[in-house]
């Protein structure tokens, strides 16, 4: 299949990415770039899916964190899950849930993928530049965060403010050929 990057439309996700919903099929695709993340959203920063994921890197690099959770009563982290709109952000509602956690590393580069299981806690970091080709199924669950217990008041911050034109200009410095071949 051969992308035409002109005929995509690129919505800002503030984790660092912009993904772009591939006509007709059931994938994404996601630019990483440094430009497109923003403070205030350490209520993402680590986070499980109510899907489950493959992801192919088509460019550059990414590093998943895995969060092996085990749910204690005197957890160091507490678990939260989206709630109200609260003047542009979306604010995070608690659950009387806590737990302890330990991660792991792991890398993939250009050609590689990686499936993530719905549900598994991670965040993600990738080198700007990185496109990957994402497919998401068995929609079920709940999104949830894992925030540090002592922060009792996380908020998402403000939808991030970065114009189309600026979008697709740090996508096509990215991605040179406006033809993306998947």
């Known amino acids: 299949m051969i992308l035409d990057l002109f005929k995509l439309k690129f919505k800002c996700h503030g984790l660092g990415f912009v993904k772009a919903e591939i006509p007709n099929s059931e994938f994404r695709l996601h630019v990483w770039d440094k430009k497109f993340k923003h403070g205030g959203r350490e209520s993402e920063e680590t986070h499980c899916h109510r899907w489950a994921m493959i992801s192919k890197i088509l460019q550059g690099r990414i590093v998943n964190q895995l969060w092996h959770v085990v749910e204690r ?9 989206p709630g109200n709109s609260d003047q542009g952000g979306e604010q ?26 719905r549900g598994l806690f991670h965040r993600s970091f990738a080198d700007d530049g990185t496109v990957t080709l994402v497919h998401r199924s068995n929609f079920d669950g709940m999104s ?34 406006m033809l993306v071949q998947i």
């Open 92 to 117: 995070m509602e608690p659950l009387d849930r806590y737990a302890d956690c330990w991660t792991e590393d792991r890398a993939y580069s250009k050609g590689e993928s990686y499936v993530m299981q």
């Open 73 to 81: 009563s005197e957890g160091l982290y507490r678990f939260w899950v």
């Open 144 to 177: 949830m965060s894992l925030i540090p217990r002592d922060n009792e008041s996380p908020l998402h911050g403000a939808a991030h403010k970065i114009s189309d034109e600026e979008i697709f200009r740090i996508v096509s410095n990215h991605v040179p050929t």
